[in-house]
């Protein structure tokens, strides 16, 4: 069986995969001041909440774009597992069928999402990436990483108003029932939620420009906030980016 790890800056992912088929996920809060040993003590509690037997693991993969975290998840998944995991960086673009660019710099989770999309769609793809950041990764007709763009997330945003003003306060990521919002939180949900259908509406066009044409597939966690306010999207898969990890199996073992 294999495990694969995305640790990002709100949450760390974790996906069980036999035969290629994802068996179950568990997902924990990112803190990064937390020891290997807090963690594996949450990771063995979750797995075996849902039935999952940590020694039939028998390879792992790490993404990690928390350089402080990396350490303590790689420990914390040889304790855990019993195995040593790879840990994704540049020594090992060079393995994929992808072709990666900035190898010193481009986040690992990135690349898990194009290797995602070129395994989905088999052509220009881009990926729409609602995480913590909201990030548009971009492959072309060759498999080669074309470009990438990085926005605020959507709770970076809702967040920062919440945080930086004195009155307006945490509202929930949905869509209002009109762009004229009619109280405080309707207002905030227009020019956040709305707002951002727009700037994904933009930006997957420019890119398609530019590419020639692609399929265009959402992932990440608050994928679905916007799924029903575009038609940008050819595919919704909110695992995309552990299925991308998951398939670097068959080149890195």
């Not at 990030?135 to 763009?149: C, K």
């Not at 945080?163 to 209002?176: D, F, G, I, K, M």
């Not at 999207?233 to 199996?249: C, K, N, R, S, Y």
Request: proline letters at 4%; one cysteine or more; hydrophobic letters at 50%.
């Amino acid at each position: 069986m294999l495990f694969v790890i995305d640790a990002g800056n709100t949450n760390i992912v974790g996906g069980a995969y036999e035969a290629g088929r994802l068996v179950d996920t568990l997902r924990i809060r990112t803190v990064p001041g937390k020891t290997e040993d807090e963690y594996g003590v949450i990771f063995k509690a979750l797995l075996e909440d849902r039935g999952i037997n940590a020694s039939a693991i028998s390879r792992l993969i790490i993404s990690s774009v928390v350089p402080q975290l990396t350490a303590s998840v790689e420990k914390m998944a040889t304790h855990v597992f019993g195995v040593k995991p790879i840990v994704l960086g540049a020594a090992e673009y060079s393995r994929l069928p992808i072709k990666v660019i900035a190898v010193d710099e481009i986040g690992s989770d990135l690349v898990a999402d194009a290797l995602g999309a070129w395994e989905l769609f088999g052509g220009a793809s881009l990926v729409v990436d609602f995480g913590t950041a909201l990030t548009f990764t971009a492959v072309d007709s060759t498999g080669t990483i074309a470009g990438v763009a990085i926005a605020p997330g959507l709770g970076m945003a809702a967040g920062s108003l919440s945080s930086a003003t004195a009155q307006l306060p945490s509202v929930p990521l949905e869509a209002p029932p009109s762009a004229l919002g009619k109280n405080t939180v309707q207002a905030i949900q227009s020019g956040v939620v709305l707002g951002y259908a727009g700037l994904v509406d933009s930006l997957v066009a420019r890119f398609k420009a530019e590419l020639g044409g692609a399929k265009v597939v959402a992932t990440g966690g608050l994928c679905r906030v916007l799924s029903g306010l575009t038609q940008a999207f050819d595919a919704i898969q909110p695992d995309l980016t552990l299925d991308g990890l998951a398939a670097m199996e068959r080149y890195l073992f």
